[in-house]
């Protein structure tokens, strides 16, 4: 089974509900950062780190020997990636998608695959959780090509069983869709405020065309108003988790602990929280059917 | 004219809070909101639509069944696994599609038709704080760089016709695509962030992002007081940097208070936190030489 944590609105407690879970989780596990461009579960697992590998997506490569300044390269791409102007062909890398079509469609063979630095991709372990994250190489633009190569590894990395819990990035863009569609479950923490609620509403069409079970985790639970209960209520989104607000739990974050450590009471409403996504988890659909 | 962005690296720090008290603080300027996938700053001033504009972005590939042969070039060459079999016949996953025209291109049949991608809306309005350039990219739609470099043209053109000497931005989190579109032109970007591992991490990131884009960089340190330690070490990198820190505001709830009164902090009866917010926009005035 794969979790993916979501949000609309960032900092709402992704990296803290992922990292919980991870820890009281009761069985193999992988905790996957998927926020490529601000990682930030390792702060919190502090895993060891057994291997990395620099990850690239293919862009045009052009011999200007074979080339004879056709343009149907310039025509096929749709992202400005790729230009002819009379006798001079020029490429923008950072520019490109990766699609291939310059590639295909050039009649001289003159267009290879090159390479652009996308980021890193590093793997380890901490304690009993498994730890898999991408980053993204700072100037970069374009987060899911890491994405999908780390989704990659995961898959590898699954072969064998177990679960995985994805700490998404936030938004409900092209990044955090990317992010989330390969999971069975989708857990939307929010915070109950009105910019927590407008994002989570945002993240709620985002993602229920993807038809995956959803549920919402309510972080610092007492803060601003009820608007986010009486959402859920209204779609019939399950509430699986309420965090408390208390200055205690913010202090405990801010020195990178992991906030089901603190108390038995806030351990116990992470191992209901799993409880929970088992039990919304399609047992037709989950990889965990295989082995259960 | 001078452009100011307001960002964060990490989510949740109070980007938009703090806009908003800035755009009450500053005088003649046009707002803009920059984080296109999950808008905030509207919730905070309540504008009044005065125009509003569709968004197109792109294409989107969709076969026609009709003409379909079923031979599945389409789906051998998509590099996005966004062609399968659906038991039907081949179609595209709309989620999954980059817009690339791979497939378009090459399908024998010419059975793919390629229409453009309405991706959201955008629209200028009226606050009680001046002209507001704002939008909504649609949910899971993508494309949000250049929907941002569409408003903040519009900005411009609207701080000039105007005869406003600011334009005053609110950021997407992370260090993206919407990030980067948001960065170019801009005099200053003022990073605020939290002294939490996260915080610090992010920080230290969309920093160097701002270097290698080589925009001018300043810090507002939010909820200082969460982790005295932890706020010493960010105070010590923007040293090392040469960032100034512009402020350090304690941790209140009088922010979201606010939020939940639809108004802005320092709308509010005056407080420390207002008071040190104050000090921050006079400091940031000067950094960009306003009015002079």
Known sequence: MIVSVASGKGGTGKTTVAASLATIWDGPVLGVDLDVEEPNLHLFLQPAIAGSET?????????????????????????????????????????CHGCGGCIAVCPEKAISPGQRELGEISWGQAGKVGFLAGRLRVGEAMSPPLM???????????????????????????????????????????????????????????????????????????????????FCQEKGLPI???????????????????IADLSAGLRETFVSLRDQIRGLAQPGRSREAAHA | ??????????????????????????????????????????????????????FYSGHEAQIDGELCDGCGLCATMCQYGAIRENGAGFAVDPVRCEGCKVCVAFCPMAAIRFPERHCGQWYVSSTRFGPLVHAQLFPGA????????????????????RGAGLVLCDGAPGIGCPVISSLSGAHLAVA?????????????????????????????????????DETARIEVFCHDESYPVLARLPHDPLVTEAMVQGLVVTELPESDFSRELGQAWSRIEGLVRLGR
């Open chain 1, 240 to 258: 699986l988790a309420e965090i408390p607000y208390d200055r205690a739990i913010a202090e405990a974050y801010s020195r990178g602990r992991i």
């Open chain 1, 148 to 230: 999908r190569l780390v989704k990659v590894r995961l898959d590898q990395m699954l072969a064998n069983g177990g679960d995985a819990i994805i700490d998404a990035p936030p938004g409900v863009s092209c990044p955090a869709v990317n992010a989330v569609m390969d999971s069975d479950v989708i857990l939307l923490v929010t915070e109950p405020t009105p910019f927590g609620v407008y994002d989570f509403q945002l993240a709620w069409e985002a993602f229920t065309p993807l038809g995956k079970p959803m549920g919402a985790v309510i972080n610092r639970a007492g803060l601003g108003n009820d608007a986010i209960y009486r």
């Open chain 2, 142 to 161: 993508e494309n949000s760089g250049r929907l941002v470099m569409v408003l903040k043209q519009q900005a411009r053109e609207l701080a000039k016709a």
């Open chain 1, 55 to 95: 990850a690239y997506m293919t862009v045009p490569a052009v011999d200007e020997a074979k080339c004879t300044y056709c343009g149907a390269c310039a025509d096929i791409c749709q992202f400005a990636a790729i230009n002819v102007m009379g006798q001079v062909i020029l490429t923008f890398p950072e520019m």
């Open chain 2, 192 to 228: 605020v962030t939290e002294p939490t591992p996260s915080g610090r991490h992010d920080l230290e990131r969309v920093a160097g992002l701002c270097r290698y884009f080589q925009t001018a960089f300043a810090v507002i340190i939010n909820k200082f007081d969460l982790n005295p």
């Open chain 2, 1 to 54: 004219m001078r452009e100011i962005i307001i960002i964060s690296g990490k989510g949740g720090t109070g980007k938009t809070s703090l806009t908003g008290a800035f755009a009450h603080l500053a005088a003649n300027k046009v707002i803009c909101d920059l984080d296109v996938d999950a808008p905030d700053l509207h919730l905070l001033l309540q504008p009044t639509k005065e125009r509003s504009e569709e």
